[in-house]
């Protein structure tokens, strides 16, 4: 990332999260269909969340070496809709390619990692204004899709999810790209759940079954609760004062 000249620093993906961990004190990782979501939803009923990137079976024995459960697959548990309703363990393994592939490999970063989403953008938001009060710099990083050959592809749920979280922080302090990201989701803020839904992420979910995971994560300001990675566990961190104010799905 070259963008230390800036407080507010927003890039793509798993390398760049590395190298913003490197100078940021705070990295929020942002996965909107669905990991962050999916982790906001469920630390927000009590549950602890241990992200992984692997193989399943080496997930398998991660889970039961932390003695949690295996969320394999959308319908297990890569799911907002079903972990806001369904019964759940007290601890589960939730992996996926590209915000939980990332937060696994941020465990030992020495930043403070949280996961942030449509859903607690302004409870993430006083976090991060709080970090640069105290004169911290925060980077904002877009997890992303994966192409077939693995490579990163960019993809508009996360540039919005991340702009909702910067376009709440001071103005000056924004890189330009991440002043890119603010303005891109005040251009689509008015109509959210329909870009989402319209979007190619949004169209995959709904053709495999799972629209309402694309619904749930298009609800703004519905969480006050702030996942922060504490070792190999996402565990409940509450911004003092913060009140739901969304849309409440």
Do not use: K
């Not at 192409?147 to 990163?152: H, I, K, R, T, Y």
């Amino acid at each position: 990332m070259t963008q230390q000249r800036c407080r507010v620093r927003f890039d793509w993906g798993p390398t760049a999260a590395e190298t913003a961990a490197v100078t940021a004190p705070v990295v929020v990782v942002v996965d909107v269909l669905s990991f962050t979501t999916t982790v906001c939803v469920a630390v927000e009923r009590g549950i602890t969340v241990l992200p992984y990137a692997g193989s399943d079976d080496d997930a398998r024995s991660y889970a039961r070496d932390h003695g949690a459960r295996l969320a394999a697959g959308r319908s297990a548990g890569l799911s907002p809709a079903a972990v806001a309703t369904a019964p759940t363990p007290d601890r589960v393994v939730v992996p996926s390619p590209n915000g939980s592939a990332i937060s696994y490999r941020l465990r030992a970063s020495g930043s403070r990692v949280l996961a942030g989403c449509l859903g607690n953008r302004s409870a993430v938001a006083g976090v991060l204004a709080a970090a640069l009060s105290a004169g911290a710099s925060v980077a904002v990083i877009a997890a992303g899709e994966r192409w077939p050959d693995d490579s990163l592809r960019p993809c508009v749920e996360d540039l919005w999810g991340a702009g909702a979280i910067l376009g709440r922080l001071p103005r000056s302090l924004l890189s330009p790209e991440a002043a890119v990201a603010a303005d891109a989701f005040a251009a689509v803020a008015g109509s959210l759940p329909r870009g989402l839904a319209d979007c190619a992420g949004g169209r995959e979910l709904a053709a495999r079954g799972f629209a309402a995971d694309v619904d749930r994560a298009a609800c703004v300001d519905d969480i006050a609760v702030v996942p922060e990675l504490v070792g190999d566990e996402f565990r409940r961190w509450e911004e003092p004062g913060f009140e739901p104010g969304g849309r409440r799905c």
